[in-house]
């Protein structure tokens, strides 16, 4: 007797083993033709609804919906003013610069300037910087459209460091 044990078998040489069977492919029915077809047929019908199907729906309301009939707040980005606008206009005029030498110096698009000068810009620090020194003038804080001062002398503290 071998190790293994005694080798027997319940098969004949005649018989055919199937090593693997699959089962018939399960078949989605997408359209109502479709579906009434398979019901003719006798076929297991089994329909489910995906919830917020087709809609574009990431979470939950956050607010419900009387929150959001009662608010009133509108939201919008502020814009610079039109006398704003209006003084970049007389300081680049000043210069006899077009929109187009000025957007130039301060390494902008034309548009920007165009934006700025119609009041339809949101304000930008360092677009405001680049225009003061390029025209001269002060465009930020109290006195809009006055001349910029000379820049500020360093101290002896501060050259120090």
Do not use: W, Y
């Amino acid at each position: 007797m071998s190790k293994m044990g005694r080798m027997e078998s319940d098969t004949t040489q005649d018989s055919v083993t199937i090593l693997r069977k699959s089962a018939p492919p399960i078949k989605t029915c997408r359209t109502t033709g479709e579906i009434a077809a398979a019901q003719r047929r006798g076929a297991e019908i089994e329909t489910s609804k995906k919830f917020a199907a087709g809609s574009n729906v990431q979470h939950g309301m956050q607010k419900n919906a009387l929150k959001l009939d009662n608010e009133t707040e509108e939201l919008h980005h502020e814009r610079v003013s039109l006398s704003l606008g209006r003084a970049i206009q007389q300081g680049r005029q000043g210069k006899e610069m077009t929109q187009k030498d000025l957007a130039t110096k301060i390494c902008e698009k034309i548009q920007v300037v165009q934006e700025f000068e119609s009041g339809k810009a949101i304000p930008n620090a360092q677009v405001l910087g680049k225009m003061e020194r390029v025209l001269g003038i002060k465009l930020r804080g109290k006195d809009i459209g006055k001349p910029l001062g000379p820049p500020p002398a360093k101290t002896a503290a501060a050259t120090k460091k």
